[in-house]
T-cell receptor, first 113, second 115 residues
Framework: AQSVTQLDSHVSVSEGTPVLLRCNYS??????LFWYVQHPNKGLQLLLK??????LVKGINGFEAEFKKSETSFHLTKPSAHMSDAAEYFC???????????FGTGTRLKVLA | EADIYQTPRYLVIGTGKKITLECSQT?????MYWYQQDPGMELHLIHY???????EKGDLSSESTVSRIRTEHFPLTLESARPSHTSQYLC??????????????FGPGTRLTVL
């Protein structure tokens, strides 16, 4: 069975400070992991994905995430937040041989001026 | 930006009406999906398709139905809408590849309100 837990439903940071959005997963298989972002009234956009290659994954807009098998975590980070980063972020796990995406409940990021 | 479109973007209708939510993609993807998203909740898969004339129900029970007559088109139909159907519906498609590593591309969603 697979599951994903986003540890914070809301995160607030000041513009220019680092961003950390936390995600833990559970999977019986070697997982593929994704981070998506959803801006208001828009569809979900892929930020980055991990598929058993390098454990540090770089994505778009300066985001990156590190796959830590020992901690079953896939936290999303960005060194310096921008106002345009304010959005909802979803962590997703997908297991070997399955079509299924399992979504977390989302983390709403607020960026303060 | 992915080439996947949903219409209408917003819909407010009365109970008992039949509605069809449209989803089209121009990427030639074989796999398509419908998700239901409620505020503060994860997305739940309600239908998926691996190709023309192939449709399956997802994890979340839904009274909706889907069809896949053309590769690019994956409409979702509610025969008789009820207030419990009020939600956001997201359509997605994915490129060919090993299923677990597929990237899904999402449309902008249809926000449905049933009065």
């Amino acid at each position: 069975a697979q599951s994903v837990t986003q540890l914070d439903s809301h995160v607030s940071v000041s513009e220019g400070t680092p961003v950390l959005l936390r995600c833990n997963y559970s999977s019986s298989y070697s997982p593929s992991l994704f981070w998506y972002v959803q801006h208001p009234n828009k569809g979900l956009q892929l930020l980055l994905k991990y598929t058993s290659a390098a454990t540090l994954v770089k994505g778009i807009n300066g985001f990156e995430a590190e796959f830590k098998k020992s901690e079953t975590s896939f936290h999303l980070t960005k060194p310096s937040a921008h106002m345009s980063d304010a959005a909802e972020y979803f962590c997703v796990v997908s297991g070997s041989g399955t079509y299924k995406y399992i979504f977390g409940t989302g983390t709403r990021l607020k960026v303060l001026a | 930006e992915a080439d996947i479109y949903q219409t209408p973007r917003y819909l407010v209708i009365g109970t008992g009406k039949k509605i069809t939510l449209e989803c089209s993609q121009t990427m030639g993807h074989d796999k398509m999906y419908w998700y239901q998203q409620d505020p503060g909740m994860e997305l739940h898969l309600i239908h998926y398709s691996y190709g023309v004339n192939s449709t399956e129900k997802g994890d979340l029970s839904s009274e909706s139905t889907v069809s896949r007559i053309r590769t690019e088109h994956f409409p979702l139909t509610l025969e008789s809408a009820r207030p419990s159907h009020t939600s956001q519906y997201l359509c997605a498609s994915s490129e060919p590849g090993t299923t677990s590593t597929d990237t899904q591309y999402f449309g902008p969603g249809t926000r449905l309100t049933v009065l």
